[in-house]
């Protein structure tokens, strides 16, 4: 097996994190190439995502990223370019988070147990008020208004919500706002209306966006999967994250089936905790599990999980989850599992 891999740590615990994930990659036989795309770069050089970044991308089967963020470029310009323009470059369309609880003592629901809280959510990734688009008048004044458009294309609503029906298995459940926005809410339910019946086994779900971010507190086990637009999947992975033991636990998927993925830590580059060796890796470990499984390995991916499961079983964690481990004790750990 020759597969290729780009790595790209990034800033702040990014590069911390990745340490740790990217040995579990290269021993199981992946070529690693690293790119040093981030703050630094963006400011001793001026370049964010290099001009040829996505041509070269196009040789690996898959991207393992760390976080950007740096105090030092407050409006995260150099972020901007970078995440969202290989997420829009490579139209990695489908933002898959998983919300699994791997420990009944990592959620802060009463009464919910790890079979409870086990679904996934399925965040559009290419459109919505994210594109930057809108105006800013009369900036600076009591009169000062703004506008951010939030575009969303009958294409590209189809596309994720027909991703979610193939990879479910009982349900699927939109999240939106169509009593309250009106066009883009209309769209996104129209279509799930008109692709849910292709999918006879599956039983499609609807929930205000709202309703539904309650729902995922008190009673989380009626999901499987949950498809949602770019804003509301943003908000909605944090407070999935929130109920399953926090951002050092998040993963992520950002792919287009067919194509390369990029996969990565829900958490930015938490620069409170940078250089301490503080961060959490197990989120970083979990997206390489992710990457394993979209090349389709999937046994040694079951292995990391149970790997982590175990470092969180025995306590092996990092300040985060009320461990005293530092970030390359519980990388280390992890490892030596596998
Ligand atoms: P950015 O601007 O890059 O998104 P941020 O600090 O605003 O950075 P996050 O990095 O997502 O946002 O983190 C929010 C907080 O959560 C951090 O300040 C940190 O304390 C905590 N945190 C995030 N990731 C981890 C991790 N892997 N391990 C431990 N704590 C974490």
């Given at each position: 097996m020759s597969k290729k891999i780009a790595v790209i740590p990034g800033d702040g615990i990014g590069p911390e994190v990745i340490a740790e994930g990217a040995p579990v990659l290269e021993q199981l036989g992946f070529e690693l190439t690293h790119f040093g795309w981030g703050a630094n770069k963006w400011l001793s050089e001026g370049i964010g995502l290099p001009p040829d970044a996505l041509k070269n991308l196009s040789d690996f089967d898959a991207i393992y990223f760390g976080a950007l963020g740096d105090p030092r470029i407050p409006d995260m310009a150099h972020g901007r370019e970078i995440l969202l323009g290989l997420r829009t470059g490579l139209d990695l369309y489908a933002n898959m988070r998983p919300i699994q609880l791997l420990n009944n003592k990592l959620t802060c629901l009463k009464n919910k147990t790890c079979d409870d809280i086990n679904f996934i959510i399925f965040r559009e990734n290419t459109?919505?008020?994210?594109?930057?688009h809108g105006s800013a008048s009369n900036k600076n004044t009591p009169q000062e208004t703004t506008i951010d458009e939030s575009r969303h294309t009958y294409a590209g609503v189809a596309r994720i919500i027909t991703q979610a029906f193939e990879c479910a298995q009982k349900s699927v459940t939109l999240g939106h706002k169509s009593n309250a926005i009106k066009f883009g809410g209309a769209l996104w339910q129209r279509v799930f209306n008109e692709i849910a019946?292709?999918?006879?086994k599956i039983k499609a779900k609807q929930l205000y966006i709202d309703t539904m971010a309650m729902e995922f507190v008190r009673a989380p086990e009626q999901f499987e999967i949950v498809v949602t637009s770019n804003l509301f999947g943003d908000i909605l992975t944090d407070l999935g994250a929130g109920i399953t033991?926090?951002?050092?636990l998040a993963a992520s998927a950002n792919i287009h089936p067919g194509r390369i993925g990029l996969f990565e830590p829900v958490h930015g580059s938490a620069p409170d905790i940078a250089g301490q060796n503080k961060a959490n890796p197990m989120a970083a470990f979990l997206s390489a599990a992710m990457l394993l499984d979209f090349l389709k390995l999937f046994e040694p991916a079951k292995k990391l999980r149970e790997a982590v499961k175990q470092a969180i079983e025995r306590n092996i964690c990092t300040p985060d989850l009320?461990?005293?481990?530092t970030t390359q004790e519980v990388g280390s750990f992890i490892r030596a599992q596998l």
């Open positions: 459109q919505d008020i994210y594109g930057g019946p292709k999918y006879p033991g926090g951002l050092g009320g461990g005293q481990k």
